[in-house]
Each structure stands twice: as C-alpha cells, then as structure tokens.
C-alpha cells in the first residue's frame, strides 16, 4: 500500500516542533458496479409491476421482467459529474451476435417518447442511461430527445442530460480511450442503465457490466464536503 507523509506542528515556548507521521495514501475513486441484463427497458425506469412500455405490434415490455437496471446506493449531486465504464455484450434477438456495450447501426424507438421518458435515437444494442427524481416518470411531460445517430454525437466529452431524458453511454470512452464526462441534474435521486432497441425486449440477449463512478468517492470529499456527502448519499 502507498503511503503518504502527513507533518504536524506545534508551537511551544521554546520553539516549533514538528512530527511527521506515516499514512495511506488517498485511493483511487470508488465505483458502483451493476449488470444490464439485455432485455433492460430503460423505458420501463421508475415504474411500478403493471406498468408497460415500448407497445409495439401488440408487443409490450413490462416489469420486472424488462425493467432496467437501477445503480444502488449512488451518491447523485447536482453539478457533479459520473463516469462509466461498460463492457460486455447484447443482441437484439438470439439470431444476432452480441454487439459491445456501442452497439452497432442507429435505429429508432417506435413508442417514442413513452412513460414521461424521452425518445431517442442512439445504435441498436447500446447501453442508454437515464436520470429521475423520486417521482414516478410518467406524472410528468417528457423532455427533448437526443439524437446520438453520429460518431461525432456519441463522442462527446461532456453531456448534461435533463431528468427524464435518455442519453448515451456506450463503453463510457470516446473513439480515443478518453473517458466521457455526464453531468448530475438538479433533483436527479435515481439513475437507471438499460439497452437500446426498436421494440420488444423480451427476447433480448446477453449482458453489459456497468462501472460507474461515485462522486462522493475519497478522490472527491474534500471537493463537495462531508456535509454535502450525508446528505445526499442514497
């Protein structure tokens, strides 16, 4: 284990002494980790069993058994940034190979903007994310969609997504290894990783691991302060 050398002084009438006194160096940022099954429906996130979503031909998923993954115990600041790192791999149906976690050609989601959740348009197969507030989804309109159909659109540095709007994770890195940056939103409690696909996610196959950094890991307590860390840990 790295160490560190931490110096006190005091101050005494006949002169300053100092003691210098061995430690643990800071570790690296703590991480969060979760598994995206490949029939995650993000927009099933924040919804109750009975609930549906992405109806299509007939064809609606539906929780828990296409819910998505929700990331646990995240510490969620407003402001603060997350990133991730995913890897594995899904398809859209056994009759696929698996795509990595970038998926592979842009499609649409034929529900569109569905359970107060926007639409989005980012490769099939990919890992999506989205942000919510302790509400329920669908009590409110949706926000603006995202359009990720580019390789320039999907390598962006950094992304401030709205509550309720779907966004673009991938492996977490640009085309360059370059680890992209997606900003906390106001009133953002919950966080919520699934799959993108056209419709029916029943038959979905495969599975990403998802690695996502907290921000009130030890690399970032002396930023926000321990106030701010207890109370928004959840």
């Keep these: ?65 296409q819910s998505p993954a929700h ?27 698996l795509l990595p976690p970038d998926g592979g050609q842009p499609t649409i989601h034929h529900a569109g903007a569905d359970n107060g959740m926007s639409t989005i348009f980012a490769p099939i197969s990919s890992c999506l994310a989205v942000f919510l507030s302790d509400d329920r989804p669908d009590q409110s309109p949706a926000p603006p969609d995202l359009d990720f159909g580019t390789i320039e659109s999907r390598n962006y540095l950094s992304l401030s997504p709205e509550l309720k709007q779907l966004f673009f994770v991938g492996d977490g890195r640009t085309t360059e290894g370059v680890l992209q940056k997606i900003v906390i939103p106001m009133e953002a409690t919950r966080l919520y990783l699934g799959t993108m696909d056209s419709w029916e996610w029943s038959n979905n196959i495969g599975e ?23 109370a928004r840990y959840r």
């Design 71 to 97: 990331v646990p115990d995240l510490c969620l600041i407003a402001g603060e940034f997350l990133t991730f790192q995913v890897t594995g791999g899904t398809a859209q149906n056994p009759n696929y190979p």
């Design 1 to 65: 284990m790295k160490t560190v050398a931490v110096t006190c002084l005091w101050l005494f009438p006949f002169g300053v002494f100092a003691l210098t006194i061995a430690g643990p160096a800071p570790t690296s940022a703590a991480t969060v980790e979760v598994t995206v099954p490949g029939q995650a429906d993000p927009w099933l996130a924040g919804m109750p069993d009975g609930s549906t979503a992405s109806c299509y031909l007939g064809v609606c998923s539906v929780p828990p058994d």
């Design 208 to 230: 990403l691991d998802a690695k996502v950094t907290d921000p009130c890991g030890p690399t970032s307590i002396d930023r926000v302060g321990w106030a701010t860390v207890k």
